[in-house]
C-alpha cells in the first residue's frame, strides 16, 4: 500500500467520523484554535518529556534547526498536525509532518507504542488545557468526535510507522546484497 | 502463552524514564543500537586476546578471570605513554561545550551520547584507581569500580561514537573526545570485545593488504571489469598497470572503491582521469587499501596495518603515493604515521607530472589527496571539462569528518564540483567545513545490525541534506570518503529519499572530455545522460 492510499483511506476514516457534527463543533473548534499556541506548547513539552532530563534540557533551549534536528521536526511536525486536527485542513497535508516525527521515533524508541505515544499526547495537552470548558460540559460531545479524529490519526501513525520498520529491515537486507553486487555481476558475466 | 498486557496496563504508558543519576542507570542493550561481537577467527588471525563465541547481549561474555587486572593495568599503561590521555581525563571542567555537538546525542536524544558523559564513563573509572580524589572520596569525587555492568556500558557507548572530533571542535581545552574513546576501545579489545564489523577488515587486511579479503587476482579482474565499463560508456580502452616496479607515482585508494557501489563510479572517475594524463601510475595488488580499521581497534595494530603501503612504494620504487578519496586513511596518515615510521627517507616530494606543482606540504609524508592533485590540475587548465554532462545533478557537499577536521581539506573538493557540476548548493554553514556533521557509521559502525542506531546517528547530516532538498531541488550528495559513499546510501533513502550519493571522482569523470572518445550517452552508472546534453555533446 502506498503513501497516497494511506492518506486516501485515514481521510475517508475521518470523514466519516466527522458526520453531522461540525457546526456543533464549532465551539470547541474556536477554543482550541484561540488557546492554539498554548496547546501547542503544553504538547511540545509533553514529548520532549519523553526523553531524559538531561536531553530535554537540551531540546528546550537550542533554537536553531539544525543544532537541534530533534527539536525541529517535533515542533514543525506537531504544527502541521494540529492543523489538520484541528483546523480542518485537508489529511493530506499533515502526512509528511506525521512521516518526519515517526521516522525519528522509529529509530529511537525500541517500542512501538513509545515511538507513536506522542500523537496521543495531543489529547490530553488538550484536555488539560481545556479542563475548565470541559468540567462545565458544553463541549462533552465535540471533544469525543475531536479526540476520534485523534484516534484515526494513531491509526496513520502505525500505519506509517510499519513502513518505517520495514524500510529500517531492507536496508539492512540491502548491505548484504550490495557486498555482493560486484561479485555477482561478474560472475554473471563470465557465465 | 505469553502474558499479554491488558487494555488498561497498555494505556498506563510511562512517558517519563527512572529519575536515577547516570551512574545508577546501566546501559540497556537494545536491538539494532550494538554491533556483533568479534568471531575468534578474526581475534586468532591477528593474535589478539580471548578469541571465543560470545554475544553482547548475554549476561556471560566470557571474560578471563582476572579481567579487571588486565584492564586497569592496560588503563595505567596507557596513561603513562600517551600524556594526552592522561591530560584529557583530568582537565574536562564540564562546561557542557561539547554536550549538543555529538551527532549521536542530537539523533538519539540519549544523554550518555553527550561527548561529556560519555568520556565521563571511562573518567569515573580513572578518578577510582587513578586520583587520590577518588580513591579517597569515592562516589563524592565523581569515582566508581570497574564493575560488570560498567564494562557494559564502556563498550556499549564505545560502539556509539564515530570518533569524528565535531566535540573537539567547540571543546575550549581542546580535548579529543575521540582519542577518550579510541583508548576505550584499545582496553576493550584487552579483553576480547570488539565487534565482528570492525575485527573482520582487520584480520583481512592483515592476511590479504585489504579489509575485503580479495586475492591480487580478484583485484585484477575488479578493475578490469570496470575497464570494460569505461570502454562502453566513452569507446575508450584503458590500461591500467599493477604492481609495476618503477612507476612514478603509486596509487592507493579504500578497497570499497572496487567492490561497493557507487565506490565503484568514483574509481572509474579516477581511472578515466589518469588514462586522460598520460599518468605513470600503478596499482598495487598487495597494498590495496587506503583504510584501516586497525585504528577501530588499537594504536598497534593500526600501525601494522598502515605500514604495508610505504613498504609497497618501497619495493616498487615508486616516487610518491597518490591517496583516493577516503577518510580515515588520511587521518592515520596525516596524524599517526609519521609518529609510528618517521619521516619516509625512500620517496620524493611529490610534484604533479602535469602542473609542475610541489606539494611541500606533505614533504614527510610524500603523499598527496586526489581532490588536491585534481582541483590543482583544474587550476591550471589542464582538463577539458564539459560541466552540462552533469546538468541533471543538483549536487551539495558533505565534508568528511577526517579530511575536514583532520586535514582541513575545504575548498579543493568545492572547487572541482564548481568546475564539473554547474548547479551546485551548500548545506547550512553550522553543518559543514569543520563543523560537519558525520555520516554516522564511521570507525567501523557501518555495520548492518546496527541500522537502527547508522539512521539515528546520521539524522543531523540528513535533515540538512533535506533543507537543500527542499529548497533547491538537490538530488546527488557528494563526498571524498569511502565510507560516507556506503553509509549515505541508506541514510538518504531512510530519511531523504530521492537523494542519490557519489564520490567526487564520479563526478569528473562524467565531464571529463577524453581525446577519442566516442559521444556519450550515458552517465558512469549506465543510465541513460538526458537527451537534451546528449545532443549538445554531438
Avoid at chain 2, 570494460?228 to 612514478?248: L, M, S, V, Y
Amino acid at each position: 500500500m502506498g503513501a497516497k492510499d494511506l492518506v486516501r483511506d485515514a481521510s475517508l476514516r475521518l470523514i466519516k467520523g466527522r458526520g453531522n457534527s461540525r457546526e456543533r463543533r464549532m465551539g470547541l473548534k474556536d477554543l482550541i484554535i484561540a488557546k492554539k499556541t498554548a496547546i501547542l506548547k503544553r504538547w511540545f513539552d509533553m514529548i520532549l518529556g519523553t526523553y531524559p532530563e538531561e536531553t530535554s534540557n537540551h531540546l528546550r533551549k537550542q533554537a536553531d534547526p539544525f543544532a537541534n534536528p530533534i527539536s525541529h521536526t517535533i515542533s514543525k511536525g506537531i504544527e502541521g498536525i494540529f492543523s489538520t486536527v484541528i483546523e480542518g485542513t485537508d489529511i493530506e497535508s499533515a502526512f509528511p509532518f506525521l512521516d518526519n516525527i515517526i521516522k525519528l521515533r522509529a529509530v529511537q524508541d525500541s517500542t512501538p507504542s513509545g515511538a507513536i505515544a506522542f500523537i496521543l499526547l495531543l489529547k490530553k495537552a488538550i484536555r488539560e488545557e481545556l479542563k475548565d470548558k470541559i468540567h462545565e460540559g458544553v463541549i462533552y460531545h465535540e471533544l469525543l468526535a475531536l479526540e476520534s479524529n485523534i484516534d484515526e490519526i494513531t491509526l496513520l501513525c502505525f500505519d506509517l510507522y510499519m513502513k518505517c520498520r520495514e524500510k529500517v529491515y531492507e536496508l539492512k537486507a540491502n548491505e548484504v546484497k550490495n557486498m555482493t553486487f560486484r561479485l555477482l555481476q561478474r560472475a554473471n558475466h563470465n557465465l | 502463552m505469553a502474558k499479554l498486557p491488558t487494555p488498561d496496563e497498555l494505556s498506563k504508558i510511562n512517558y517519563k524514564p527512572p529519575e536515577k543519576r547516570w551512574v545508577n542507570t546501566p546501559a540497556e542493550f537494545k536491538d539494532g543500537f550494538w554491533c556483533f561481537g568479534t568471531r575468534p577467527k578474526y581475534l586468532q588471525a591477528v593474535d589478539m586476546p580471548n578469541p571465543r563465541e560470545w554475544k553482547p547481549i548475554e549476561d556471560d561474555w566470557k571474560l578471563p578471570e582476572n579481567w579487571k587486572e588486565i584492564f586497569l593495568e592496560g588503563f595505567a599503561e596507557r596513561l603513562k605513554k600517551y600524556r594526552s590521555f592522561r591530560l584529557f581525563m583530568d582537565i574536562c571542567v564540564r562546561c557542557g561545550a561539547c554536550a549538543d555537538k555529538c551527532h549521536f546525542f542530537l539523533g538519539t536524544g540519549d544523554p550518555k551520547n553527550m561527548p561529556v558523559l560519555r568520556a565521563e564513563l571511562l573518567r569515573s573509572v580513572y578518578r577510582n584507581y587513578f586520583t587520590t580524589s577518588g580513591k579517597l572520596l569515592g562516589k563524592l569525587a565523581g569515582a566508581r569500580e570497574i564493575t560488570f555492568d560498567v564494562l557494559r556500558e564502556l563498550w556499549y557507548y564505545a560502539f556509539q561514537c564515530t570518533e569524528c572530533r565535531r566535540c573537539s571542535v567547540f571543546c575550549p581545552y581542546g580535548i579529543d573526545t575521540a582519542e577518550i574513546t579510541i583508548i576505550c576501545r584499545e582496553l576493550l579489545n584487552l579483553l576480547g570485545l570488539n565487534t565482528d564489523w570492525t575485527m573482520g577488515p582487520v584480520a583481512n587486511c592483515y592476511r590479504t593488504g585489504n579489509h575485503l579479503g580479495l586475492e591480487p587476482h580478484t583485484i585484477k579482474s575488479i578493475i578490469e571489469s570496470m575497464v570494460e565499463d569505461i570502454e562502453t560508456i566513452t569507446g575508450i580502452k584503458i590500461e591500467p598497470t599493477f604492481n609495476r616496479k618503477g612507476a612514478e607515482i603509486l596509487f592507493i585508494t579504500p578497497s570499497g572503491d572496487l567492490f561497493g557501489d557507487p565506490g565503484t563510479y568514483t574509481c572509474m572517475g579516477y581511472m578515466m582521469l589518469f588514462h586522460e594524463l598520460g599518468l605513470n601510475y600503478t596499482w598495487s595488488t598487495l597494498a590495496a587499501e587506503g583504510g584501516n580499521f586497525g585504528l577501530f581497534t588499537s594504536n598497534e595494530m593500526a600501525k601494522k596495518l598502515a605500514y604495508k603501503i610505504y613498504a609497497e612504494a618501497k619495493r616498487l620504487k615508486v616516487k610518491w603515493i597518490l591517496g583516493g578519496e577516503c577518510g580515515h586513511m588520511w587521518r592515520v596518515w596525516n596524524q599517526y604515521l609519521e609518529t609510528w615510521h618517521g619521516p619516509t627517507d625512500f620517496l620524493e616530494t611529490p610534484v604533479s607530472p602535469i602542473t609542475g606543482t610541489k606539494f611541500d606540504y606533505t614533504s614527510s609524508l610524500k603523499a598527496v589527496h586526489i581532490a588536491e592533485f585534481t582541483a590543482d590540475l583544474i587550476k591550471h587548465g589542464k582538463l577539458n571539462l564539459n560541466p552540462s554532462r552533469n546538468d541533471y545533478l543538483k549536487v551539495t557537499f558533505h565534508d568528511s569528518c577526517n579530511t575536514a577536521r583532520g586535514m582541513g581539506i575545504f575548498e579543493e573538493p568545492r572547487h572541482i564540483i564548481r568546475n564539473v557540476c554547474n548547479h551546485f548548493y551548500e548545506m547550512p554553514e553550522n553543518t559543514i567545513r569543520e563543523q560537519t556533521f558525520c555520516c554516522g557509521s564511521g570507525s567501523g559502525l557501518n555495520a548492518g545490525e546496527n541500522m537502527e542506531l547508522r539512521m539515528r546517528g546520521g539524522f543531523p547530516r540528513a535533515n540538512a541534506v533535506k533543507h537543500v532538498h527542499k529548497h533547491y531541488g538537490i538530488n546527488m550528495l557528494a563526498n571524498i570518503c569511502a565510507i560516507d559513499r556506503a553509509a549515505l546510501k541508506p541514510l538518504m533513502d531512510y530519511w531523504v529519499p530521492g537523494v542519490e550519493v557519489c564520490g567526487v571522482h564520479e563526478l569528473v569523470g562524467n565531464a571529463l572530455v577524453m581525446k577519442g572518445e566516442k559521444e556519450r550517452t550515458t552517465t558512469l552508472r549506465s543510465e541513460p545522460l538526458p537527451e537534451k546534453e546528449a545532443k549538445e555533446n554531438v
